[in-house]
């Protein structure tokens, strides 16, 4: 990655190695102390995009609210979409799952 900083090629290094599977926060230590947990909410957001444009239709998607602070994610998402929506919403729980074994907590709620 010719061009890049040295911090900003591990950056990106971390963020490909944490979109997918198993999210292992150790490999965030590589960074600086001052961009490890931005870095940890980055590749999380990744992740979430990756799992809402899972079927890369053209389809719209909903109004969808995520609250952070710390390691607590809210996301709210519509009742309605949600139910027309279960291979995503087992991706959800599935994620919810892998999320809680790195320590952080994400609560899907229904609106």
């Not at 599977?21 to 990756?50: C, E, H």
């Not at 949600?82 to 291979?87: E, H, K, T, V």
């Amino acid at each position: 990655m010719p061009g890049f900083p040295r911090e900003e090629q591990q950056l990106l290094a971390c963020l490909v190695s944490a979109h997918r599977r198993k999210l292992d926060p150790d490999i965030f230590r590589t960074l600086s102390r001052a961009v490890q947990r931005s870095a940890l909410r980055m590749a999380i957001l990744l992740r979430l995009s990756v799992l809402f444009h899972r079927s890369r239709t053209s389809g719209s998607l909903p109004d969808i609210h995520l609250q952070a602070r710390g390691k607590v994610l809210r996301l709210q998402l519509p009742a309605s979409w949600l139910d027309a929506s279960p291979l995503t919403m087992a991706d959800l729980i599935r994620e919810q799952k892998l999320l809680l074994a790195a320590g952080v907590d994400l609560t899907i709620r229904r609106r």
